[in-house]
């Protein structure tokens, strides 16, 4: 007989946005670690990943989160986001903050090293598969532009998704296009970032879906607000929710999370 796995000791980065908007998502992430063979943490002192104030050139600030957070998830085998735009921070823009600094570069490397969006640890390196999980719905999945470009996150959550019986995945056109959310770019470029979204809307509901599913929070708030305005019918869900088998509880902008 075989020895038995050793189970990879995860620390959940929850971010901002989960934490204050839907707490659901945080709980299927567990949910999903757990199946995969996990044991799971949440560093009680874990904040912001510090992308507000680098996005914005507070550098300063940005630095003294960063350093936090490098201090909060020390000791752990892996570090999991809900979120590609959280991870790629963590995993990519540190290593700016503290150039020259090769003190600090030695702990952000090795953070980065170990640093990953949810769907991606999950297919990638914990070889998952969602079991006993049903929604019947047709889907369509948004490709954040932090999860694709920076943590190279595409073809795994197609993967876990396909695994859930009764879901039919609708690509819809342009799927790789930017939202227009972009943090604080929605509140500078309001103009631009609406017709974006709009764009992105129309190529949406032209997929013939009825739910739509990304990886990141931010993404998904913009779009179900923007749809929510519009009052068009789409209902929309962070992947994790969907893989943890939460598909029947209220969307985005429906009800409580």
């Not at 903050?97 to 949810?118: N, Q, S």
């Not at 876990?160 to 509140?187: N, P, S, W």
């Amino acid at each position: 007989m075989s020895a038995p796995k050793e189970k990879k000791n995860v620390a959940l980065f929850v971010t901002c946005l989960v934490d204050l908007n839907r707490p659901s998502v945080g709980f299927a992430a567990v949910k999903l670690l757990e199946a995969a063979g996990c044991t799971i943490m949440v560093p009680e002192v874990q904040t912001c990943c510090g992308q507000i104030a680098y996005n914005s050139g507070d550098k300063e600030s940005a630095k003294e989160i960063a350093s936090q957070v490098i201090r909060a998830f020390q000791g752990f085998d892996y570090v999991v986001a809900p979120s590609g735009s959280c991870a790629g921070m963590v995993r990519h823009h540190y290593k700016e903050l503290f150039e020259g600094d090769d003190t600090m570069m030695v702990a952000i490397e090795e953070l980065a090293g170990r640093t990953y969006e949810l769907t991606s640890f999950l297919h990638d390196i914990c070889g998952y598969r969602p079991e006993d999980v049903r929604l019947d719905t047709t889907l369509t999945y948004h490709d954040s532009c932090s999860s694709l470009r920076e943590m190279k996150v595409r073809d795994q959550p197609r993967a876990l998704l396909g695994a859930v019986e009764g879901l039919e995945i609708k690509e819809a056109e342009d799927r790789e296009a930017c939202c227009g959310f972009g943090g604080t770019f929605c509140l500078k470029y309001s103009e631009i970032s609406e017709s974006m979204v709009d764009t992105k809307i129309e190529n949406l509901l032209a997929s013939g879906a009825g739910t739509l599913a990304a990886g990141d929070l931010g993404c998904l708030m913009n779009i179900a607000g923007r749809l929510k305005r519009r009052g068009a019918p789409m209902k929309v869900m962070h992947v994790a929710e969907i893989l943890a088998g939460m598909g029947e509880k209220p969307g985005l902008g429906e009800g409580d999370s």
